[in-house]
């Protein structure tokens, strides 16, 4: 029943200079797919289906899950779902498809991933594959695919790219029909005149071909999605290639609590709702899709970013920015972006604000806005509320009567009853963190929907170019169209180029939160006949150089590997850590999956998206036993793990027994490592984080950590073993406000505990217990910190920038040396010189800023006080370039 001739999508006043991004006479083919799909659902494929079930040979991904690249030593048989065991196995593939029904009616309304080998040769047996992992970036060449391999399978292409594109575009439907103006392959919906006219305007979409011309924010204003030709072409060459290559696809968004989701469930926040919608289209096309939501409450990007893309993860594809409250400098989104592009192994999309976008995109770079909308149809009464589509209830109120909305704005939950576990805590009514200016779970859900239709459409237009390239020539797709190596290369050369980041007048070392702190003489010792220039500013050059990093604040990817804790030096007991119940280490009290959240599950026969994507005719015990590692490969794993500990350990104790130098520079006993929130803390839906006794909120899903590494003038010496610096830069981000933090010394009345430490066999025992309490000491102490930090987020406050001291409790002499030489010995005024506030809560030391510097470095700290306990030196960052 739709018009031959649907109307254009733009509205009818639009300015006569606005690109006409739906005038059929000048449309280019990518526009003219995404208009169709946004205003004719008859585009989709319509042919009625009977489900039917069949056995085991249904499509398969293309490889098991991402194997672990780290271990600590001394941790490897600790279980799954702790920290130091990692995820669940399989967790994230299994858990896109655990609930969904495949005899529902969704679908045989909505149809489902119908594809399976057509050569019954290969039928339910994986085809042959290259040996990806040579090539750089797996861009491994056409030659390579083996006789067999359905990259170069005409058929099976064929009949895969068909199937792909009606997934697609069957989830893109399913997001309209969500706010009730989609309509399922069935037929069974028809749309008003007046939903037609919401359809378009619900997420409008303008490619822009001149992007110097056509300035973003011009479109931002309109609330439209937008990228530009360049960079959709850049998009589809690595969505082509992770298909291809069976390679994950990732994507990561820094921000402040807002974006962070407090107030809901972490599993409701937009980004990993956009997660949720992709995941299951992207491991039905052989791709695994994580989705990070490494947002920070209180705080904002630049403690993060400065670690390079360590903490956010290195093999990043798509980088969201969301900090525009706690960093309102366009340079710290600059930075933020300048790193994404340089530090990590791809050079990943960059999406998020339009600001600083085009200088990105004049070098290469893929740019992109998620846009806004028509949020759904209007809620009037609670009566007529059951009436509006449920993903839209509650959504949009007209101004005299938003009252019912802002009554309903959120709906959250903190248990749901399961057979294998009883809270201990009684478990809160809905989650805690709501602000006047946190939005609700329905505003996340709409954002993240249009996040996911961004990256469909992108992902529509690489299957069809795919297609439409190989329609003649045939497969595999010749490499020139989804080779990333010098993609990516080229962009990151010239990333540096790129203007608008800070200076070295932005940061003079000494920089203050507030006057008159500022005291005292300075003192820098000659570092091999020259200065280590710790003085002077923080450096603008790191705008321009990739980072690395490591820290104990979260949510962070590979959380293990990017600690703090794995770079410690060992002590001459062998330890990292002298803790022997350290929190990393601790078992969730029950394992995934999560029941479903009834308060985040579509009711009824209302259109549930995530079912909609899974649908697929492989049954969930199958998939999962594809994916299952051999006994072959375990036994390879463990040995790997017990050489790796076995060559640690072998250095720790040659450098303890023979490297004492004359100021015995050796790792101190009394270090006191917070870990803070125990499990999975990675910013992902698969997270397994903070599964304990003692969570008052165990679906919350809050991943906002803010651990350290603390010590007192009892604690000995800190060192941080920091390996492969190439620019001659280390830093930290240090907290000295801190009083009575290093809790390894309680009791002591010497250095080291006389030398012994807690390792005599009493001690022991005492500290297992401590450290547990201590652990839930810590979080609640830091909840309390977030909370204070969130609050001053508040737009109707002034964000003064704390004020925290140099120190609390009289002077100290705190010392930090190099390679075994002290290169500085500075008072409580000389120290407070060197401390330097570089954001909101956010105060650091250069320990060295000389480019001739290179290669492994001992960086170690210690804090001299004449034998007391009460001040304390706290480190939550490390720096390296």
């Known amino acids: 029943n739709e018009p031959a001739n649907e109307p254009a999508n733009e509205p009818a006043n639009e300015p006569a200079n606005e690109p006409a991004a739906n005038d059929s006479a000048t449309l280019a083919p990518a526009e003219e797919i995404f208009n169709k799909i946004d205003s004719d659902p008859a585009v989709l494929d319509t042919t009625p289906k009977d489900y039917h079930e069949i056995d085991l040979s249904g499509y398969k991904v293309q490889g098991p899950p991402r194997k672990p690249t780290f271990y600590l030593p001394g941790t490897e ?30 679908a045989k309304t909505w149809g489902w991933f119908d594809f399976e080998d057509p050569d ?18 797996r861009d491994v060449m056409v030659a390579d695919f083996p006789d067999g391999a359905w990259q170069k399978d005409d058929a099976y292409m064929k009949r895969f790219l068909e199937e792909a594109r009606k997934l697609v575009n069957r989830t893109m439907e399913s997001i309209y029909a969500e706010y009730g103006v989609g309509i399922p392959p069935d037929g069974s919906v028809q749309l008003t005149d007046e939903q037609l006219v919401q359809r378009e305007e619900f997420s409008p979409f303008v490619i822009i071909d001149d992007l110097e011309n056509e300035p973003p924010t011009k479109i931002e204003a309109q609330g439209k999605q937008w990228t530009t030709r360049q960079s959709l072409d850049g998009f589809a060459r690595r969505l082509i290639h992770a298909i291809m290559t069976g390679d994950t696809f990732n994507m990561v968004m820094g921000g402040h609590s807002a974006a962070a989701g407090h107030g809901n469930n972490f599993v409701q926040s937009y980004f990993i709702k956009a997660g949720e919608t992709l995941e299951p289209v992207f491991a039905h096309l052989g791709v695994e899709l994580s989705a990070f939501n490494l947002a920070q409450g209180g705080m904002g990007t630049f403690q993060q970013a400065l670690a390079g893309m360590d903490l956010r993860g290195k093999h990043t594809d798509f980088i969201m920015w969301d900090s525009s409250m706690t960093e309102k400098s366009g340079q710290l ?50 009566v007529q509320a059951l009436q509006v589509p449920w993903a839209a209830r509650y959504l949009n109120c007209e101004r005299e009567n938003q009252a019912i909305c802002k009554q309903h ?24 963190g709501r602000a006047s200016w946190h939005p609700g779970n329905r505003v996340h ?23 439409e390239l190989t329609a003649e020539s045939g497969h595999p797709l010749a490499e020139e169209h989804w080779h990333v190596t010098e993609y990516y290369k080229d962009i990151k050369e010239k990333a540096p180029s790129v203007p608008g980041c800070y200076t070295d007048e932005t940061f003079p070392i000494g920089k203050k939160r507030r006057r008159g702190l500022r005291t005292g003489g300075n003192t820098t010792a000659d570092f091999h006949g020259r200065q280590l220039d710790i003085e002077g500013s923080w450096p603008a050059r790191l705008c321009d150089i990739p980072l690395q990093g490591r820290s104990l604040w979260g949510p962070r990817a590979n959380p293990v590997e990017t600690s703090l804790v794995s770079i410690l030096k060992p002590n001459p007991k062998g330890d990292r850590d002298p803790n022997p119940n350290p929190a990393y280490t601790e078992e969730p009290v029950y394992l995934p999956p999560e029941k ?18 899974g649908a697929r005719r492989l049954d969930v015990s199958g998939h999962n036993r594809h994916l299952q590692r051999s006994q072959k490969e375990l036994m390879l794993m463990k040995s790997k793990i017990e050489a790796d500990h076995r060559h640690r350990h072998d250095i720790a104790e040659i450098n303890n027994s023979s490297r004492h130098l004359a100021e015995e520079i050796v790792p101190g ?11 999975v803390c990675d910013g992902t839906s698969h997270h397994w984080c903070d599964k304990k006794d003692s969570n008052k909120c ?13 010590i007192d003038s009892l604690s000995g010496w800190l060192v941080f073993e920091i390996k492969n610096v190439k620019h001659g830069f280390i830093g930290a981000r240090i907290q000295a406000w801190h009083k009575n933090q290093a809790w390894m010394t309680e009791g002591w009345t010497e250095v080291n505990n006389g030398g012994n430490g807690n390792y005599d066999q009493r001690d022991r025992a005492l500290l297992e217990k401590k450290s547990s309490e201590r652990n839930a000491e810590f979080i609640a102490q830091m909840e309390r910190e977030i909370e204070e930090d969130i609050l001053i987020e508040d737009p109707k406050q002034r964000r003064l920038g704390g004020g925290q001291s140099c120190g609390v409790a009289g002077d100290y002499t705190f010392e930090f040396a190099i390679n075994g030489e002290i290169k500085a010995s500075w008072n409580k005024d000389q120290f407070c010189q060197h401390y330097t506030r570089l954001a909101y809560n956010f105060d650091a030391i250069k320990f060295m800023d000389d480019e001739s510097q290179t290669g492994d470095f001992e960086l170690a700290i210690r804090l001299k006080t004449g034998g007391g306990r009460e001040q304390t030196t706290c480190i939550s960052h490390i720096y390296w370039a």
């Open 698 to 710: 165990l679906l919350g899903g809050t991943q906002d950590n803010r651990g350290m590494i603390c």
């Open 409 to 432: 704005e959120y709906d959250s939950g903190c248990w749901v009853d399961r057979d294998d576990y009883t809270p201990v805590t009684p478990q809160d009514a809905q989650v805690g």
């Open 596 to 613: 479903m959240m009834p308060w985040d599950t579509p009711p009824g026969n209302e259109v549930n998206v995530k079912q909609i994507a």
């Open 669 to 679: 006993y009394g270090i006191s490592v917070d870990w803070g929130r125990t499990g």
């Open 333 to 382: 989104f600059v930075f933020f972006m300048k790193q994404a592009l340089i530090s990590g192994n791809r050079a990943p999309f960059l999406f998020g604000d339009g600001r600083g976008m085009r200088d990105f995109h004049a070098i290469g770079a893929g740019v992109g806005e998620h846009g806004g909308g028509w949020n759904g149809p209007i809620t009037v009464d609670e």
């Open 77 to 106: 048989n600790t279980v799954p779902g702790s920290a130091t065991g990692g995820r669940i196995e399989d967790y994230p593939i299994t858990n896109h498809f655990q609930h969904r029904n495949p005899t529902s009616p969704t």
């Open 445 to 467: 859900k709409i954002r993240g929907r249009r996040i996911a239709l961004f990256v469909l459409r992108g992902l529509d237009y690489a299957l069809q170019k795919w297609a």
């Open 120 to 137: 019954p040769l290969w039928r339910g047996k994986p085809r042959p594959q290259p040996d990806f992992d040579s090539a750089e970036n």
